[in-house]
């Protein structure tokens, strides 16, 4: 039951930053993404420019910065690598990993370019 509840919670957090994503503009181009490599929670597109969201959630904004980790980012560097061989300018295609952060009050912080080396 608890998984099924964290399974929900994740889903409506990363419509949430869908929406989110929609009011500045962002096209959704794939949810739940899966390469190879891993999971990409959410890949958007504005123009030519891609972005690639990873969406945490936790009882607080803080609580899910805390869930992001090395072994992730490395994980989603990876697909959205795979990803954008698929793309015409390959992986010269504008592009960046963003982090989405949800709290349980729904109240989202976006990490823009979190994953920049």
Request: aromatic content about 6%; proline content about 2%; cysteine-free.
């Amino acid at each position: 039951m608890i998984a099924l509840s964290r399974h929900l919670a994740g889903q409506s957090a990363e419509s949430a930053v869908a929406r989110h994503y929609a009011q500045k503009g962002y096209a959704l181009e794939r949810s739940r993404w899966r390469g190879l490599s891993g999971e990409i929670d959410i890949i958007l597109r504005r123009g030519a420019d891609i972005v690639f969201v990873e969406v945490k959630s936790a009882r607080t904004l803080a609580e899910a910065a805390e869930r992001l980790t090395l072994r992730q980012m490395r994980r989603i560097w990876s697909a959205a690598s795979e990803f954008l061989e698929g793309e015409p300018a390959r992986g010269l295609t504008p592009a960046r990993i963003d982090a989405a952060l949800v709290d349980r009050q729904g109240r989202i912080e976006i990490l823009e370019n979190a994953y920049a080396a």
